[in-house]
């Protein structure tokens, strides 16, 4: 196939809120695919927290980005040619080599996508990665019971929101935390019990207001001081599923103060709390 495609580049890593300095957009010849390979046109990609401490140069769970190279990430695209048996053209497939117009594959890490089970950006939110950690980390790592009280922050993102309906559907009286008005809206449609804006009202005084009772569930997607109010409020043997912090990862210098999930000896110190981690999925054979 005759072109050019685009991919955006990481040119340079940041210093605390990452700006469009940091990224280049590149043109491409389209690359051939060889015998085996496909060549597949991007039509969707993911951007996700996990890759903000990613464009950092420091060990983590997965390996930093690498500099002028173009971002990779969870992507949904078409095959345009093959040269794979196992792949037909026009085929959809999800991937991990997004951020880029035309990818080539040699099949071996690719997902078919049914575009008639769901709408085929699905495979990137509820039917993919964000999704099945909420179940995991609910479900797998939360325990809930029947009229558990659960407190989910970030609730109006990817995960969040999806840890929150399935926390619903498991009986549970649900709390969500976001940042802004039209978010609460939102979560109230989509059948929280409650939820606050964390710009509004603190953590730890909403949680004294909607949860007097006490939290028997938090699921961590900020960090800071959503979990230490959360530490707070969780009754005996309560649960924390440390799923992300993403209200420290422009910090550039880590601060003191409870971290998911790096501080794990702080979740214990009070009424014999669990913490589980959902980049831990030793336990679970289906991730
Ligand atoms: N396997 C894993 O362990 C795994 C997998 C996926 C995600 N995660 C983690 O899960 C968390 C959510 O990911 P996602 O995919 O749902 O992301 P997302 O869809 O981008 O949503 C992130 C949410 O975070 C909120 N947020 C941003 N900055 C914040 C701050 N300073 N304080 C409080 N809230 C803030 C935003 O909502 P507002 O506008 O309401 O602030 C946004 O809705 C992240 O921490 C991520 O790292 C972990």
New binding site residues.
Partial sequence: MEGVGREIRLVARPQGFPGEDLFEVTETPIPAPAEGQVLIRNAYFS????M??RMNDVRSYVAPFTLGEAMTGGAVGRVAVSRNSRYGEGEWVLHQLGWREWALSDGATLRRLDPSAAPISTALGVLG??GF?AW??LFVLGEPKEGDTVFV?????????AAGQMARIAGCRVIG????AE?LEWLRELGFDDAFD??EQRPYTALAELAPNGIDIYFD????D?LEAAIGALGNHGRIVA???????NDPASSPGPISPRSPSEYRMASRLTTK???D?KGCPLW
Avoid: E, F, L, Q
Avoid at 155 to 161: D, E, F, K, N, P
Avoid at 177 to 180: D, E, F, K, T
Avoid at 243 to 249: E, K, Q, T, V
């Fill in positions: 951007v996700d927290p996990y903000r401490p990665m964000p950690t995991y980390g922050s970030g609730a109006a993102g990817a995960v969040g929101s935390s976001a940042g802004s978010k964390y710009n997607n900020v960090g800071g959503h799923c992300g912090s993403i209200s420290r990862y981690d959902t980049t999925t």
